[in-house]
Structure formats: C-alpha cells, structure tokens
C-alpha cells in the first residue's frame, strides 16, 4: 500500500526546469568588449536557437 502512495507522489512531481546554458567568464568579458548591455546578454541564449549565423554561435560554446 505504501509503494502505491509513493507512485502517486512521483506522478505528481513538477518537471526539471530547464538547464540553463553555462557560459564562461571569458564569453562574458568578450560580450562586454562588444557592448552587451545586460538585456541583451539575458536574450542571447534565445537568440542562439533562432539565429545560427557565425556572428551569435559563440554563445554557445560554453
């Protein structure tokens, strides 16, 4: 009986959140250089997915 309440209860769990991309010091310093504000550092990610040109895929690499 116990394990079919423990069965519920995992049912009932919230899916992980997403993991967030891990981006080095080094690519933040780079994005500074450049003059990313910190909204538009905050969009990269997103901006990775929709656009895969040269100029944004170093956002990536992390």
Do not use: H, N
Request: a positive charge; proline letters at 10%; aromatic letters at 12%.
């Amino acid at each position: 009986m116990k394990g079919w309440f423990r069965a519920l209860r995992w049912e009932r769990r919230r899916p992980a959140p997403a993991p967030r991309p891990r981006i080095s010091p080094e690519d933040k310093m780079i994005a500074a250089w450049w003059g990313y504000t910190e909204q538009q550092w905050a969009e990269l990610p997103a901006l990775v997915q929709v656009d895969k040109r040269e100029t944004v895929t170093w956002a990536r690499t992390a």
